[in-house]
């Protein structure tokens, strides 16, 4: 007879004694006592992989985070043994692994100081319920230690002190710390002694991370199943890191279209099709440059993806056509859900098929959302995407939509507990069955890539554009974002500034959140400010929730109009420095936005701020998160910094006052920069650009400035048809050189370039173009600092002949 019916409660087990170990081309197995198999993969000097097996037997090497296009590759792999410890030694690491208990501390090669340790390291608990394990890990937390990614969490940007989540959920209305949200990125960047690294732990299960919350000197993660897998990654910079973490993850598979860095206009929902066309002629009227309007589920039939209400939209091809003659590309919701009804093709198709998510038992997976009770597609098996990509034919090639915008693919379901699928739903993780407690959190990640490559077939030869609410780790190779439900409030500009910059330090730079805020309603005054922060998000949409007043550019008053249009209007001059901003991005994976700490890691005034950051890499914004604002404290990082506003010089490296009334907010040029800008256009491709300005801010000094250009769409430039010029700036007290470098084999229409010096510190006596001297009135404007010249100059040489 069996009597003992308590479990037995094991607890946190440990490996034990490395007794050991095998190497393999770049890939070390220790062995323990107690049958922990601990793999070390170098992937790059600075990139290292650690897996733990509590068995001796790894799972299948299988990732959607990881891309098959990261770099990999070192200089010097080598490793020592003495009675105490394994020492890996590359080019930028020394990895130190303890005999006695398989604890891993890390060193920068060079000088040689610790990076981090662990603190208990690696251990685990069995999980009677669902098999397999806890696994778990934790490191030493230093004094002045920081940290900072996590993609999409709405709290202060140095997590020091905070638990966190990875468990992608629907967040309607959410607040500040509301935790978890709709995207998990189990990645985050360390800061410590100037030096900073990152971890990412590849682990979809739902997963958490201490950061010196719990106990004030450890720093921990784990998460509910599977396997403790983690890369690490040095820097010692910290854009170095990210760009390290994005290579890992993988860059946005192609540059966007130049119309979606542009402003687009979402409600829920703008219908039929007399209201969109309302709102698009407004837009024309009022002379706001917008380039896309969005279409909420009320376009489709009783909410059923890839229908049209015919009542509402009773020709949507010649709809799309003419939103699009008058310069509007149509981007268009679609969920995840698919209704149960017989007489609907794609239900019917994919009962047919198999391809709707099933209970563990056997029944589908049957779930309340928009449409009422749904199946949903299990878009972790191929051949599901694959048809899932295919139902987009109609509505890209043949109506033309230019856009798809996916959400509730977290997946959100109505009125249960979880919002969500129970935990006991099958996938087929491509190939590899689980339940959703694995498959949850890269749910919306493998909808959004089947719905890119939709886009991608269907859309050719122009470049796809897609929107997603639910991201894991590696999902901006496919897809934009947003961050999902906010609420009309001073308090959620400020969480929608923290989460762009986060999302950018995530390596998620194309995200922005619903300018005016989706849930209520904005003042005048906060939609203003909203708009002066949204145009410096990659992705800039304003979109409500429809049922709490209009939240059209033109819905507060002539003044707040005037305003925004001012904005609207220089987000469209500043294109071509975005666009540029956007390739270093694509081509390097650098951050478009770079909160302070980013942008000087080494000044510890700016390991706690928030609210300052740099677009690009030469203009610095801070916005105005207050009512009432006549100006603001803030931070300006160290150098000389143009007021864009009134080109006054300031010296960085403090906190200052800012004035800044609602007609402006903080917006200061680095000085040095050459900053391109486009005329104002009313769409991109409005016009035919004949001269682009470069506003060049003098320095007593060099600096360098970039301008990528292409065709603004199509594939072009994967075969070289682009042009990338470096301007090279060097100021001396009376004279200003300018050299340019092109490279690339596009050759944009436009000839000139308009050359506008800002805080020239002489008169100009004499100008030189490639040595030689031109007659100073034919390339002068308006008789100011202005000169309009060939765009293919090799060196600009301005002088003050008084010396
Ligand atoms: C969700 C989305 C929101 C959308 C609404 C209706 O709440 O987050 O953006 O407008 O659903 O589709």
């Given at each position: 007879m069996i009597t003992n019916t308590e479990l037995e409660i094991i607890g946190n087990q440990f490996p034990s004694k490395i007794v050991s170990y095998e190497k393999h081309i770049d890939t070390f197995n220790f062995f323990t006592e107690n049958g922990v198999t601990l793999k070390v993969t170098i992937l790059r000097d600075s990139v290292i992989r650690f897996r733990y097996s509590t068995t001796g037997i790894f799972e299948?090497?299988?990732?959607?985070?990881?891309?098959?296009y990261a770099n990999s590759g070192y200089d010097i792999l080598e490793i020592e043994e003495n009675d105490d410890q394994y020492e890996i030694t590359t080019e930028k690491l020394i990895c130190r692994i303890k005999k006695v208990n398989a604890r891993i501390s890390l060193f920068d090669?060079?000088?040689?100081?610790?990076?981090i340790d662990d603190e208990i390291g690696f251990h685990w608990e069995e999980s009677y319920?669902?098999?397999g394990n806890v696994v778990k890990m934790s490191k030493k937390s230093r004094k002045g230690e920081s940290y900072y990614g996590l993609?999409?969490?709405?709290?202060?940007?140095?997590?020091?002190g905070k638990r966190f989540q990875n468990w992608v959920t629907d967040s309607y209305a959410y607040g500040k710390d509301?935790?978890?949200?709709?995207?998990?990125?189990?990645f985050f960047t360390g800061l410590h002694a100037g030096k900073s690294y990152g971890i990412f732990f590849?682990?979809?299960?739902r997963s958490y991370f201490d950061f010196?919350?719990?106990?004030?000197?450890v720093m921990s993660f784990w998460a509910?199943?599977?396997?403790?897998n983690y890369y690490f990654m040095y820097g010692p910079e910290m854009d170095k890191v990210v760009a390290n973490y994005t290579d890992l993850t993988g860059k946005p598979h192609q540059m966007p279209p130049?119309?979606?860095l542009g402003f687009h206009q979402c409600k829920w929902s703008y219908y039929p099709e007399s209201n969109v066309k309302e709102v698009t002629s407004k837009f024309r009227e009022l002379q706001i440059p917008c380039d896309a309007i969005y279409l909420d589920i009320d376009y489709m039939e009783g909410f059923?993806?890839?229908?049209?209400n015919k009542e509402y939209f009773p020709d949507p091809k010649r709809m799309v056509k003419e939103l699009l003659d008058d310069g509007f590309k149509t981007v268009a919701i679609i969920d995840p859900g698919i209704k149960?009804?017989?007489?609907?093709n794609i239900f019917r198709e994919g009962l047919e098929k198999d391809y709707f998510c099933k209970r563990a038992d056997g029944p589908y997976m049957k779930g309340k959302v928009w449409p009422g009770q749904c199946y949903f597609p299990d878009f972790t098996n191929p051949e599901v995407r694959e048809w899932w990509s295919g139902l987009f034919k109609e509505l890209i090639?043949?109506?033309?939509?230019k856009g798809v915008w996916n959400d509730m693919n977290e997946p959100a379901v109505m009125e249960?507990?979880?919002?969500?699928?129970?935990?006991d739903v099958r996938h087929d993780y491509d190939g590899n069955p689980c339940s959703h407690r694995k498959a949850h959190n890269i749910y919306g990640m493998q909808m959004a890539r089947a719905t890119y490559q939709g886009l991608k077939k269907f859309a050719f030869p122009k470049r796809p554009f897609v929107i997603t609410r639910a991201a894991y780790s590696g999902t901006q190779r496919y897809t934009s974002s947003w961050t999902g439900d906010?609420?009309?409030s001073w308090e959620h500009l400020w969480i929608a500034n923290v989460q762009a910059q986060r999302m950018s330090m995530s390596g998620y730079s194309f995200a922005g959140s619903d300018i005016g805020g989706f849930a209520e309603q904005p003042e005048g005054e906060l939609f203003a400010r909203w708009i002066q922060l949204g145009i410096f998000h990659p992705f800039c949409r304003v979109h409500s929730s429809g049922d709490h007043g209009a939240q059209e550019p033109?819905?507060?008053g002539d003044e707040i109009t005037d305003i925004v249009r001012k904005f609207i209007e220089l987000r469209y001059q500043l294109l071509p420095y975005l666009y540029t901003a956007f390739w270093h991005y694509f081509n390097?994976?650098?951050?478009i936005l770079k909160s302070m700490v980013m942008y000087d890691?080494?000044?510890?005034?700016?390991?706690?701020?928030?609210d300052e950051f740099v677009f690009g890499d030469k203009i610095l914004v801070c916005p105005?998160?207050?009512?009432?604002?006549k100006g603001r404290r803030m931070y300006v990082p160290k150098g000389d910094w143009f007021n864009?506003?009134?080109d006054e010089v300031v010296e960085g490296g403090k906190e200052m006052w800012v004035s800044s009334d609602i007609e402006t907010m903080p917006i200061f040029i680095k000085s040095g920069s050459v900053i391109p800008k486009y005329p104002v256009?009313?769409?991109?491709?409005e016009k035919n650009i004949e001269e682009v300005t470069l506003d060049v801010y003098f320095k007593i000094g060099t600096e360098k400035s970039f301008l990528f250009d292409d065709a603004?769409?199509?594939?072009?430039y994967t075969k070289g048809k682009y042009s990338y010029r470096t301007f090279k700036l060097l100021g001396k007290e009376k004279q200003l050189i300018i050299q340019q470098h092109k490279s690339g084999r596009y050759d944009a229409d436009y000839k000139l370039f308009k050359i506008k010096f800002h805080g020239l510190p002489f008169e100009i006596d004499k100008i030189q173009i490639d040595n030689v001297e031109i007659d100073f009135k034919k390339v002068k404007?308006?008789?100011?600092n202005t000169l309009i010249i060939d765009?293919?100059?090799t060196e600009l040489h301005i002088f003050s002949e008084d010396k």
């Open positions: 299948n090497d299988f990732s959607y985070a990881i891309t098959k090669a060079k000088d040689k100081t610790l990076i319920e669902h098999g993609g999409d969490k709405p709290t202060h940007l140095n997590l020091k509301t935790d978890p949200l709709y995207k998990a990125i189990p590849d682990n979809t299960f010196a919350h719990e106990r004030k000197d509910q199943g599977g396997e403790m130049l119309w979606s059923r993806c890839f229908t049209w149960i009804d017989a007489d609907y090639e043949d109506i033309g939509v249960v507990p979880n919002k969500t699928f129970p935990n906010n609420v009309a033109w819905a507060f390097d994976g650098v951050p890691q080494e000044d510890i005034q700016t390991h706690y701020r928030t105005i998160l207050e009512p009432n604002s864009m506003w009134n256009q009313q769409y991109v491709g603004h769409d199509g594939y072009d404007v308006n008789g100011d765009k293919d100059f």
